[in-house]
Nanobody, 118 residues
Framework: QVQLVESGGGLVQPGGSLRLSCAASGSIFAPFSIFTMGWYRQAPGKQRELVASIVSGGSTNYADSVKGRFTISRDNAKKTMYLQMNSLKPEDTAVYLC?????????WGQGTQVTVSS
């Protein structure tokens, strides 16, 4: 019914930057602006971690580990969310997944790989 597709991942050197995108499509019969969205990340053998979230009014929240380096944003007209990642560290290496909550149900993308390595 609702599909999320992440893009923008890749291999970068420490200190580099990437911008992730999450595009929503499908049966969304409500103003997209009212939905909360977020980015999670998960490395092999580790628990999923909430990286950042953004609510309908634009307020944002970040994990302490990324605060000051990452910026979450959204374009409601395009039904798209972004995660700008600067000053990347090897510890940021993970699969990044986007999520949106619509009518009390969470929808997930398939994820995009981010690898930070020299």
């Amino acid at each position: 019914q609702v599909q999320l597709v992440e893009s923008g991942g890749g291999l970068v050197q420490p200190g580099g930057s990437l911008r992730l995108s999450c595009a929503a499509s499908g049966s969304i019969f409500a103003p997209f602006s009212i939905f909360t969205m977020g980015w999670y990340r998960q490395a092999p053998g580790k628990q999923r971690e909430l990286v950042a979230s953004i609510v309908s009014g634009g307020s944002t929240n970040y994990a302490d580990s990324v605060k000051g380096r990452f910026t979450i944003s959204r374009d409601n007209a395009k039904k798209t969310m972004y995660l700008q990642m600067n000053s990347l560290k090897p510890e940021d290496t993970a699969v990044y997944l986007c999520t949106v909550t619509i009518r009390a149900r969470d929808y997930w993308g398939q994820g995009t790989q981010v690898t930070v390595s020299s």
